[in-house]
Structures are given as structure tokens and as C-alpha cells.
């Protein structure tokens, strides 16, 4: 699937805004790779962020987490690693709160890329680690899969979100595989640590997809 018909329902054409899709595991370097699409003219999305904020806001949410995971609140407040202590041991549990989650953050990536379009951008990345299953690659003119390490993803979340190895580990082991992101993924950048090649790589790659 290259530059796919776009179809996104948000009141264009298909070659009114060039979409990029950014996946791959947790501390992969999606964020450098959206970094880099931001500083290049693109309107970003970050669906991690989007759904944090959505935790924050979004009472629809909260209830439907709630009705299906319990006692996942402290303070009125969505606790993530309580209710990450269910989910990244349960894949039936993950899998459901996958389902949950996707609805919710769709309809925001939806009101995002329209206003984006109304203000003039003429590209767009999403950045998702569920981009595929969710769905949203099907919107995407090209799919780039982030690699790493796991050794290099579970320092970078460790040291990122200070949280304890064993939990980063839980974390890292119940995301799919390489192998995943290899076959569903038009384009493949490993990030194994040399931040300056791996930036050099990312910039190329989106210069000729946004060429």
C-alpha cells in the first residue's frame, strides 16, 4: 500500500493532504520520527498523547473503562498503571481495551486532521502504535514502522516515564512483535541508538514520501 486512495471523511479530495502513519513499539523513537515530520511543515498527531488527554477529559471514556476493567480510578483520575497491571497481563483484557480506546481516539484524529485541512496543511503524520489494528493505516497514503532493540526500547520508557524495569519489560513484551511492523509496514527505519544516522535516515525517507 503505496499512497493509497485517501479517504478519511474529512471534506477532500484525495490529494488534498499527503498522510503519513507512524507505528512501531513503545520507545522505538516515534517521537523523533514525528519530531522530525513536524519540523518538515506536517501536522502531527500523537495517538499516545491524544488518549492520555482523552483519560483526562473525556467522562464517555472513563465510564466505559471503568464499566469493563472496575476500580481503575484514583482521584476521579484514570490510573495508568492500574489499569496497565490488567491489560499487559491479560491479552483478552488488552485486546478490550484496545477496542475501547480506538473509538474514542479515531474520532479525535478525525476532528484534528479536519481542522488541520481547513487551515491549509497539505500533509499530516499519525503516530500510533496501534495504527494497524486500529484501522488507521487504511487512511494513510504510506505506513513507516519504527524498530529497536528491546534492550534500547526498555531504558528509553524506563528513563522517559521513571518507571521499574519489570513493568517497562511487561510493557515492551506485550506489544507485537518486529516481525508485525515488518509485514504490515511499507517502509522500515531501525533506530539502534545512533541518534544522528537514525534521524538522517527518518528525514530522508520523508522527504521522498512527501516529494
Do not use: W
Not at 499516545?48 to 481503575?72: I, K, P, Q, S
Amino acid at each position: 500500500m503505496i499512497f493509497a486512495a485517501y479517504d478519511y471523511e474529512i471534506g477532500g479530495t484525495e490529494d488534498s493532504m499527503k498522510i503519513i502513519g507512524i507505528t512501531g513499539g513503545t520507545g522505538a523513537g516515534k517521537t523523533t520520527a514525528l519530531g522530525i515530520l513536524n519540523e518538515m511543515g506536517c501536522e502531527t498527531i500523537d495517538c499516545d498523547a491524544v488518549y492520555h488527554a482523552l483519560l483526562e477529559n473525556d467522562a464517555e471514556l472513563r465510564a466505559a473503562l471503568t464499566e469493563r476493567f472496575g476500580d481503575v480510578l484514583t482521584d476521579g483520575a484514570v490510573d495508568r498503571k492500574k489499569l496497565g497491571a490488567i491489560v499487559f497481563r491479560d491479552e483478552a483484557a488488552l485486546l478490550d481495551l484496545n477496542r475501547i480506546s480506538h473509538k474514542f481516539v479515531d474520532r479525535e484524529v478525525k476532528r484534528i486532521l479536519r481542522a488541520a485541512k481547513e487551515r491549509g496543511c497539505t500533509c499530516a503524520a499519525i503516530d500510533a502504535i496501534a495504527l494497524i489494528e486500529s484501522g488507521l493505516s487504511g487512511r494513510c497514503h504510506a505506513v513507516v514502522g519504527i524498530l529497536a532493540p528491546v534492550e534500547h526500547r526498555v531504558r528509553r520508557i524506563m528513563e522517559r516515564e521513571g518507571i521499574d524495569e519489570s513493568y517497562a519489560r511487561m510493557r515492551v513484551e506485550a506489544q507485537k512483535k518486529d516481525s508485525f511492523f515488518r509485514e504490515h509496514c511499507d517502509y522500515i527505519l531501525e533506530n539502534n541508538g545512533e541518534e544522528a544516522a537514525f534521524q538522517a535516515a527518518a528525514r530522508a525517507l520523508f522527504q521522498k514520501l512527501l516529494s
